[in-house]
């Protein structure tokens, strides 16, 4: 069986550490030891080591830290990428200001990714956006992807 091919964005991977928000934090540590487990087929931009770069140095080391525990490929930025974003930004899915959002959302549909997992409620994980960038990939040509938080790809517990 195929395994699916996740892009993480930088939120997925922050609350790993996120004190003020415990649940969302459980759940994403529940998530990651799938990850190390090898369940998925994983991916990031460096759009998302970008990110990670600009935390404190304290933080920046716990997350390359946990980072190291799983298998992952960074993808490369091409053209066809950045005119995706563009043309996300063109269509009304985000403004200019949420550029890097509409990059992460491009890198995995360009790259073929099933699902984008997020906390980012705000701007990636909500009907609006989700709806947009379905009218946006179908118009150019490109397959439907998922938006989902990270609870979505937990296995309930009996």
């Given at each position: 069986?195929r395994?699916?091919?996740?892009?993480?964005?930088?939120?997925t991977?922050s609350h790993?550490?996120?004190?003020?928000?415990?649940?969302?934090?459980a759940?994403?540590?529940?998530?990651?030891?799938?990850?190390?487990?090898?369940?998925?087929k994983?991916?990031?931009?460096p759009?998302v080591?970008?990110e990670i770069?600009?935390?404190?140095?304290?933080k920046?080391?716990?997350?390359?830290?946990?980072m190291?525990q799983?298998k992952?490929?960074?993808?490369e930025?091409?053209?066809?990428?950045?005119?995706?974003?563009?043309?996300y930004?063109k269509?009304?899915?985000?403004?200019?200001?949420?550029?890097?959002?509409?990059?992460?959302?491009?890198?995995?549909?360009v790259?073929?990714?099933?699902?984008?997992?997020?906390w980012?409620?705000?701007?990636?994980?909500?009907?609006?956006t989700?709806?947009?960038?379905k009218?946006?990939?179908?118009?150019n040509?490109y397959?439907?992807?998922?938006?989902?938080?990270?609870?979505?790809?937990?296995?309930g517990?009996?």
């Amino acid at each position: 069986m195929r395994k699916l091919k996740l892009y993480l964005d930088t939120s997925t991977i922050s609350h790993l550490f996120a004190d003020d928000t415990p649940e969302k934090m459980a759940e994403t540590k529940l998530l990651w030891e799938d990850f190390i487990k090898d369940k998925y087929k994983l991916f990031i931009s460096p759009i998302v080591t970008d990110e990670i770069n600009n935390c404190s140095e304290q933080k920046r080391s716990k997350l390359y830290a946990k980072m190291g525990q799983v298998k992952f490929d960074v993808l490369e930025r091409t053209e066809e990428i950045n005119q995706l974003a563009e043309a996300y930004i063109k269509n009304g899915v985000l403004s200019e200001n949420s550029l890097a959002d509409c990059l992460h959302i491009a890198f995995a549909v360009v790259c073929n990714c099933d699902i984008i997992v997020s906390w980012n409620f705000k701007h990636l994980v909500n009907v609006k956006t989700i709806n947009k960038v379905k009218v946006v990939n179908a118009i150019n040509h490109y397959k439907e992807i998922s938006i989902v938080p990270p609870t979505m790809l937990l296995e309930g517990v009996e």
